[in-house]
């Protein structure tokens, strides 16, 4: 079976997810090509895009009063010169991240000419823009007519809704089927204007478990002593307050006042944080076993992510056998089983999630074996793979 995804980028959140698959595919038999605009890994049969022009315009829209959140308008996709050439070729078509690569008009000429498979990252395309919704917004329920991002950007309030009108003409009758990382996310696709009378299939993001694996000498890596209490915080932006870095402080504050012991807090991401005695910040750490490393020199991963669909970081912490504490948010309670694999904190307070993280200092001690194996059958990279085949197998028959 030739199957052809198509991204931003094979590195990153989404990217490396998007990568790690393709490469499963591939280790299963499948004749498997990823094209990004973006390339970084060695791989072969990781193919550049090349795109007509330049620069790629009009695709996203500044939204002042949330800088840390992306809007993409469905517009302005770059011209590549492959894609007759990857529809021609491929039996299956697999959207990944594809925000300001392909526009709505072009995925929709795409759907004409094959069955689409959507893997979505985040709400992107089955909204009116916005890549995650502010103050629990739901309009993308009933067509974004009232959008809170519209205020601080330069359209007027109907633009979000004009996208969606926009989707729910082009894409009507379309052949795709949306596939989610989480339960989470499948249920707002399944509530979505845009991809509610669609197929919408949960197939969980995996974990490359045979290689993210307890490194038993990484605190001597790290010049830590066996007996300290580490902290590991990580995320590809940690600037990106929908990854709670900016709660980070408070938590430690919070920790300290509760907890009588030393304790130290190694980071990893783009961007630095302010100097802080009891914080380490690595910078971003571009192998994966530095971030094995990472995680297997901490007792425990804090994640206080605002939002999130299935991060990376917190099955890979799991599957090294490293406690996760988070909010119960996103994603999140799907993987994280309270006082077994780690903790959930109550959304966003910063007191309940440093509690919870205490208690994973204090009572996850010596159970990586036991952590590991609450992830290892369902979120392993082999058991996504396969889920993906089964799935592109049965739309073939039918």
């Known amino acids: 079976m030739k199957i052809a995804s ?6 990153g959140g989404a990217g490396l997810s998007s990568l790690k698959l393709h490469m499963a595919l591939k280790d299963l038999g499948m004749n498997s090509r990823f094209y990004v605009i973006d390339k970084k ?24 009063d949330y800088p840390h959140l992306t809007y993409s308008t469905g517009l302005g996709g770059a011209r590549f010169d492959q894609l007759t050439e990857i529809v021609e070729w491929a039996d299956i078509i697999l959207l990944r991240w594809v925000s300001g690569i392909l526009s709505d008009h072009d995925i929709a000429r795409l759907t004409t000419q094959k069955h689409i498979f959507w893997t979505l990252s985040d709400m992107a395309p089955i909204t ?5 919704t502010v103050s629990n917004c739901k309009e993308y329920t009933t067509g974004c007519d009232k959008c809170p991002l519209t205020k601080s950007m330069p359209v007027d309030s109907t633009y979000p809704s004009s996208v969606v009108d926009r989707r729910l003409k082009i894409w009507k009758d379309s052949r ?4 989610s990382p989480s339960n989470w996310l499948g249920r707002i696709a399944r509530s979505s204007m845009i991809s509610k009378d669609s197929s919408v299939v949960i197939i969980p993001t995996g974990v490359e478990s045979d290689l993210f694996v307890f490194r038993p000498n990484a605190r001597q890596r790290f010049g830590l002593k066996p007996e300290d209490n580490v902290i590991f915080f990580a995320a590809d932006s940690i600037s990106d307050p929908r990854k709670g870095g900016d709660l980070l402080f408070p938590i430690i504050s919070a920790i300290s006042r509760h ?29 994966r076993e530095q971030m094995i490393l990472a995680y297997s020199a901490a007792n ?50 910063v007191n309940d999630i440093a509690l919870k993280a205490i208690r994973g200092l204090i009572d996850m001690k010596g159970r990586r074996i036991k952590i590991r194996k609450s992830i290892e059958n369902r979120f392993t990279i082999k058991a996504q793979a396969e889920s993906y085949i089964e799935l592109f197998q049965h739309s073939k028959e039918n």
């Open 6 to 11: 198509i991204g931003f980028r094979d590195s």
């Open 41 to 64: 890994s060695s791989d072969k049969d990781v193919l550049q895009l090349r795109q007509r022009n330049a620069k790629v315009r009009l695709s996203r829209l500044p939204a002042v």
């Open 128 to 132: 009116g823009g916005c890549h995650y």
């Open 176 to 179: 795709i089927t949306w596939i």
């Open 259 to 287: 907890f009588p012991q030393p304790f130290k807090i190694i980071t990893a991401g783009r961007s630095a944080l302010p100097d802080h005695p009891l914080v380490k910040h690595l910078g971003q750490l571009k192998e």
């Open 300 to 349: 425990l991963t804090l994640l206080p992510y605002r939002m999130d669909n299935l991060p990376n970081v917190m099955l890979e912490s799991l599957s090294c056998g490293t406690p996760v504490a988070a909010f119960e948010t996103g994603g999140m309670p799907e993987v994280i089983q309270d006082g077994i694999n780690g903790y959930l904190a109550m959304p966003f307070d």
